[in-house]
């Protein structure tokens, strides 16, 4: 065991991987000589060579059409979007084949791919830096896609998405490449692909989140905890498939479940997992479930950043009007 941060997590997960299995290249907008933005991908180039660590040109449709290409010709390619808000770009691919070919082919070829991207805010970037726009991919049949919070489960998904059979979005926290720290496994290891992780137990309200958010949960939690209430937290870790048996036995047992992300609330993934659990639990919910997430903008400014994602004050705030209902 060895404590990791994020990035550490992520990259070491990748080393493995290439180490184990030659297919396994790595292709995006600097990730080979400069080791990437954030450096997760740094002594990649080194170790692996030009060949499997691929500098591109600035086109993110190019680097995830070129992706789809090299993964049904046999290759599995781990492409890098550099920021979250350029992932727009590459929804012709994504959508019109990452997500088709399996059923356009009737399983002839599949795309065992994988798109990483940093995501979401709180790092003091532009708009397009900071975005959350998981609700895009999710909607989007035929990949999966997960975000881990702690780098135990960064490492551990990275490499279970890079052996998955079928396209994987992950997508990376930046608040806490380097923020987040864990003991993490020296050796590969895969964490569940569809399975959520119970980051705290409780019995009177439930925090479900993902990603950087789950931190402001467990922060919540424990605000509440001092006032003597008791809120259990879901790191849901999958967004699709959704661990549904997990998300339901929570809403089940407290009664009340409040999700709480970084995206605006209209359209976006916290309202599937509320309108799932109104359909699925509703006799044994005490009150509405309730969404906490950002404001229907667009990604302000830094010195606004942190009135537009919530907080853990925000959360406590949700949960204590959820519990008074």
Not at 135 to 140: D, E, P
Not at 222 to 247: C, F, K, Q, Y
Request: hydrophobic share 40%; aromatic share 6%; charged share 20%.
């Amino acid at each position: 065991m060895s404590e990791l941060n994020l990035v550490q997590a992520v990259n070491q997960g990748l080393r493995q991987a290439m180490e184990s299995d030659k297919r396994v290249m790595v292709l995006g907008e600097d990730v080979g000589i400069n080791g990437g933005v954030f450096r997760v991908t740094e002594g990649l180039f080194k170790r692996f060579g030009p060949d499997r660590v691929v500098d591109t040109p600035l086109a993110e449709l190019g680097i995830v059409g070129t992706s789809v290409g090299l993964a049904m010709g046999g290759m599995r390619p781990v492409c890098e979007i550099q920021f979250d808000g350029f992932l727009p770009a590459t929804l012709d691919q994504v959508i019109c084949h990452i997500g088709r070919i399996r059923n356009r082919s009737r399983g002839k070829y599949t795309v065992p791919m994988v798109l990483r991207s940093p995501h979401g805010g709180l790092i003091h970037a532009p708009e397009h830096h900071s975005e959350s726009p998981e609700a895009y991919l999710c909607h989007t049949p035929g990949i999966k896609v997960v975000c881990p919070s702690t780098p135990q489960d960064a490492k551990g998904l990275i490499i279970a998405a890079i052996n998955d059979p079928d396209p994987v979005v992950y997508f990376e926290p930046k608040a806490l490449y380097r923020a987040a720290k864990g003991e993490v496994p020296d050796q590969p290891y895969e964490t569940p692909i569809g399975k959520a992780r119970l980051a705290r137990e409780g019995t009177d309200i439930s925090l479900i989140s993902w990603g950087a958010m789950v931190h402001s949960c467990l922060k919540a939690a424990n605000i509440l905890n001092e006032e003597g209430i008791s809120a259990e937290v879901l790191d849901l870790r999958t967004l699709t498939p959704l661990d549904i048996a997990a998300i339901l036995a929570t809403a089940e047992k407290t009664g009340r479940a409040l999700i709480a992300h970084e995206a605006p609330n209209t359209g976006s993934w916290a309202a599937e997992i509320s309108a799932l659990i109104s359909e699925r639990a509703l006799l044994k919910l005490q009150a509405p479930v309730r969404r906490v997430g950002s404001w229907d903008i667009r990604m302000p400014l830094f010195r606004l950043e942190k009135y537009y994602i919530p907080d853990a004050g925000r959360i406590v705030k949700a949960a204590q009007e959820t519990l008074s209902f």
